[in-house]
């Protein structure tokens, strides 16, 4: 039987990472796919179409390949945080978290043209923070690390130190629910050994 190559279709060095641990052979290939949020839909919805919009982008350019394509943002109060993008937004961004619990949705999407087959899932993780002070706020929000992250901080970064606990998948708040996602990859035929 032939290895079908596996493409990750995501800049993320995170979701790279994630795989790479898990022992998967891939290539990368951002997908170029220009992400809309103001689509009316509930988060997890959003999250799963966004993630097949990505996939798709890359499977259309690499048909005999299984493509894997995720999107990630936190959830607080029915409102969506992606990626605060400049140091206000990022300090709002974690005042309003302080002391709180939130969810971190990844909406993941497999896709194999070839078969005709796709897959779409969205895994929900329950992220607390701890109360924090200006000071903690403001000496993140420099590291320039929250700017670039969905929620305004990097779980597996400086952001760890935020974090009170976690309920749910750990990966999944990093940008890849691995657990399912091997779930998934096993319904298209994939040998992964875990």
């Given at each position: 039987?032939?290895?079908?190559?596996?493409?990750?279709?995501?800049?993320?060095?995170?979701?790279?990472?994630?795989?790479?641990?898990?022992g998967i052979s891939f290539t990368v290939e951002a997908s170029g796919y220009r992400e809309d949020m103001?689509?009316?839909?509930?988060?997890?919805?959003?999250?799963?179409?966004?993630?097949?919009?990505?996939?798709?982008?890359?499977?259309?350019?690499?048909?005999?390949?299984?493509?894997?394509?995720?999107?990630?943002?936190?959830?607080?109060?029915?409102?969506?945080?992606?990626?605060?993008?400049?140091?206000?937004?990022?300090?709002?961004?974690?005042?309003?978290?302080?002391?709180?619990?939130?969810?971190?949705?990844?909406?993941?999407?497999?896709?194999?043209?070839?078969?005709?087959?796709?897959?779409?899932?969205?895994?929900d993780t329950k992220v607390t923070f701890k109360e924090l002070s200006s000071r903690e706020i403001s000496?993140?929000?420099?590291?320039?690390?929250?700017?670039?992250?969905?929620?305004?901080?990097?779980?597996?970064?400086?952001?760890?130190?935020?974090?009170?606990?976690?309920?749910?998948?750990?990966?999944?708040?990093?940008?890849?629910?691995?657990?399912?996602?091997?779930?998934?990859?096993?319904?298209?035929?994939?040998?992964?050994?875990?």
């Amino acid at each position: 039987m032939k290895v079908r190559k596996i493409i990750l279709a995501s800049a993320s060095p995170w979701r790279r990472k994630i795989l790479e641990n898990a022992g998967i052979s891939f290539t990368v290939e951002a997908s170029g796919y220009r992400e809309d949020m103001n689509l009316g839909l509930s988060p997890p919805a959003l999250a799963k179409k966004l993630a097949l919009g990505k996939a798709l982008a890359v499977a259309r350019r690499h048909k005999d390949a299984i493509v894997i394509g995720a999107d990630t943002f936190a959830v607080f109060k029915g409102k969506i945080l992606g990626k605060p993008k400049t140091p206000k937004l990022a300090i709002e961004m974690l005042r309003s978290l302080s002391g709180t619990t939130h969810s971190l949705i990844t909406g993941f999407a497999i896709v194999d043209l070839k078969m005709k087959r796709q897959i779409t899932k969205a895994v929900d993780t329950k992220v607390t923070f701890k109360e924090l002070s200006s000071r903690e706020i403001s000496g993140y929000v420099k590291t320039g690390e929250p700017l670039r992250v969905a929620g305004g901080y990097a779980i597996q970064g400086g952001g760890a130190k935020l974090i009170k606990g976690i309920k749910g998948d750990y990966d999944n708040v990093v940008g890849l629910p691995l657990k399912e996602l091997l779930v998934q990859l096993g319904k298209f035929g994939m040998e992964l050994s875990r």
